[in-house]
């Protein structure tokens, strides 16, 4: 019964795709990736506003001992690496888009992306090793701009 | 606000000019500042990895820099990054909203005033505490 030359069907059920795609699916992903990280980021990034700006006396209290005060945590440390990383692949991402969407020379596109990749990789390493090695209360510094606990 | 389509230009062959997303008002205004508030933010935040890497070096060499952004005119500039960074954040949830709420789509445009009523009262008690900041209250 069965012709030998019949064209192969596909198993019932498999799923409908128009066109049989060699392509991957790294702009759904992504696509997904944007709506993940910006969740986790409005926790991340309103909390850091929050507590930087508005706590106490605000951006004027900024300085070392404010933010070593902070880092001598792990609570922070873990809560800025990860806003660091996210923020990171969330903002090149979408502006590699925007790139796509405007950038229609072949060459320029290809530039302008290789640009924010490296931006990306040094700005992501530096942060993360900042983050890693920083020493709250270094030898030999000012005692008067180091956050009070490194008297004790 | 009820905005019928907005009128296309055409080019000669009669194909809309120009790649401008012409969506309702709401709709497309939504968007292009959540674009422009997205790169803003995303050079903000290269520069400020660098500065607050000065922590390693010195805490002379950190307070210096840090210093040097201690006047007015950066102080309106960081108004406007957290402006642009609540706004950024709002519309984002209004986004994933559109996208994922089955109603989304039909509140898209109530959605976008309430993402402009809660970034006014947002902004308001910062920029109280912030703007006494820098002008030394
Ligand atoms: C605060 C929480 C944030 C939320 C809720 C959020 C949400 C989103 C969402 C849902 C998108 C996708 C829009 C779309 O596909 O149409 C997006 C795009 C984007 N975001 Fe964010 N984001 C946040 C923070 C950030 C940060 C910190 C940066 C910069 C480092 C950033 C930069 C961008 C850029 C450049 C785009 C691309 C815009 C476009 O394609 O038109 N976002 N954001």
Redesign the interface.
């Known amino acids: 019964m069965s012709t030998p030359n019949a064209p192969a069907l596909d198993a019932p059920r498999s799923p409908y795709s128009r066109t049989k795609s060699t392509r991957s699916n790294y702009e759904l992903y992504s696509w997904v990736f944007m709506?993940m990280s910006?969740?986790v980021?409005?926790v991340l990034?309103?909390g850091h506003?929050f507590v930087n700006?508005?706590v106490g006396?605000?951006?004027?209290a900024?300085?070392?001992?404010f933010?070593?005060g902070k880092?001598a945590s792990p609570f922070w440390q873990i809560w800025d690496l990860l806003m660091?990383w996210l923020?990171?692949l969330h903002?090149?991402n979408?502006?590699r888009t925007?790139i796509n969407?405007?950038a229609e020379r072949d060459t320029t596109r290809f530039w302008l992306k290789m640009l924010i990749y490296f931006?990306f990789v040094v700005?992501v390493v530096?942060?993360t090793?900042?983050i890693f090695?920083?020493d709250p209360c270094?030898v030999g510094?000012?005692p008067s701009?180091?956050p009070s606990f490194c008297q004790a | 606000m009820t905005a019928g389509p907005l009128p296309v230009q055409t080019t000669q062959q009669g194909r809309p000019a120009g790649t401008l997303y012409r969506g309702d008002t709401e709709g497309m205004w939504s968007w292009v500042l959540h674009r422009i508030t997205g790169v803003l933010i995303f050079v903000f935040l290269l520069v400020h990895v660098l500065d607050t890497a000065m922590v390693r070096v010195s805490p002379e060499l950190y307070n210096e820099t840090i210093g040097t952004y201690k006047n007015w005119i950066m102080g309106l500039g960081e108004a406007g990054l957290v402006a642009a960074v609540l706004f950024h954040a709002l519309n984002g949830i209004r986004v994933m909203l559109v996208d994922f709420w089955s109603k989304g789509t039909r509140y898209q445009r109530p959605m976008a005033w309430t993402v402009v009523g809660l970034w006014v009262v947002l902004m308001v008690p910062f920029l109280i505490r912030h703007l006494s900041n820098i002008f030394g209250g």
């Open positions: 709506r910006g969740v980021l409005v990034v309103l506003l700006l508005m006396k605000g951006v004027a900024l300085d070392f001992a933010v070593a880092w660091l923020a990171m903002g090149t979408g502006v925007i969407d405007y931006a700005v530096l942060g090793l900042v090695t920083f270094p510094a000012d701009l180091l």
